[in-house]
């Protein structure tokens, strides 16, 4: 089976260290969290950026600040800005993950609107997406599709027939939040991909190593880290996402998977290509 590959969600939007006290909000608290998951065996850091009091941010400025020094202390790792931001974020606060220097090589995009919890909508139009899937493809910068459930893959899908994606597509499963996370969601989801996709499953909460271990058998990636799970164990808050990141590599070698570098996983999901 082909090596894993381990995106580490760092940050997120919504987390607070309230949840967790090492959520990390400042630079260095970032690059800090980073550095774990790197050296625990992310390939991937997924990215979101805060004000140093936490309020989510999407710019430009922030985010050149914070990938240059992530890459100061991990110069091979693959950092994938979020063009998700917040919840109720404009289009153009979104794109500007996307405007930092050097071109970033991955984001995400979203692929659908859905419920957020409570009274909050995380909004994505079909002309969103087809808009940031063009830009994306303009800047040369390999998707991740952020599919919450499968009417989302059907979405992901018509920005491919019209000519908006490249391939190979890679999507991201993020289970737990709109569909629930199960042995059967997920392998719905990775059977309703073309042939060819790669796919990572991100459960959240709870499901966060359950959907890992599944996904893991499966030949899928993982995504593990603060913004979707802060916790080691029930009761155990993670200190890091370094140890969130290090429970899936350990379940990956229990299950025979050897883990991709940074290079490795550029080859198994196309970026650069
Ligand atoms: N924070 C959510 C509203 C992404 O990073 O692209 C959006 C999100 C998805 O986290
Ligand atoms: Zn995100």
Redesign the pocket.
């Known amino acids: 089976m082909e090596k894993l590959v381990i995106t580490a969600a760092i940050c ?3 987390v607070t260290k309230e949840n967790n006290p090492a959520v990390p909000y400042t630079v260095e608290e970032i690059v800090r969290e980073a550095k774990s998951a790197y050296a625990a065996g992310a390939a991937v850091i ?1 990215l ?1 950026v805060r004000e140093d009091d936490g309020t ?1 941010t999407q710019s430009k400025e922030r985010f050149q600040a914070c990938i240059e020094a992530i890459l100061k202390e991990c110069p091979d790792v693959i950092v994938q800005p ?6 109720g974020m404009t289009d153009l606060e979104r794109l500007q993950s996307t405007e930092v220097t050097p071109t970033p090589e991955f984001a ?3 692929c659908g609107t859905l419920n ?1 919890g409570g009274d909050e909508i ?1 909004v994505n139009s079909d002309n969103t997406i087809f808009n940031f899937a063009k830009i994306m493809k303009e800047r040369g910068i390999k998707p991740e599709l ?1 599919v919450f459930d499968k009417g989302m893959i059907d979405i992901a899908l018509k920005a491919d027939k019209k000519g908006l994606l490249v391939h190979p597509l890679h999507f991201d499963f993020v289970l737990g939040v709109q569909m629930t996370a199960t042995v059967r969601d997920l392998s719905f989801m990775a059977g309703s991909i073309p042939a060819g996709a790669t796919w990572t499953a991100s459960g959240i909460g709870r499901h966060e190593f359950d959907m890992a271990a599944v996904a893991i058998v499966m030949g899928g990636h993982v995504r593990v880290g603060f ?1 979707d799970n802060l916790y080691l164990e029930k009761g155990v808050l993670a200190k890091s996402n370094g140890e969130l990141v290090k429970k899936a590599a350990e379940l990956a070698k229990l299950l025979g998977r050897e883990i991709a570098s940074p290079d490795e996983a550029r080859q198994i999901l196309g970026i650069g290509k």
């Open positions: 997120g939007a919504e997924h979101h989510p979020s063009t998700g931001g917040a919840v995400t995009l979203d957020f995380f952020e913004e």
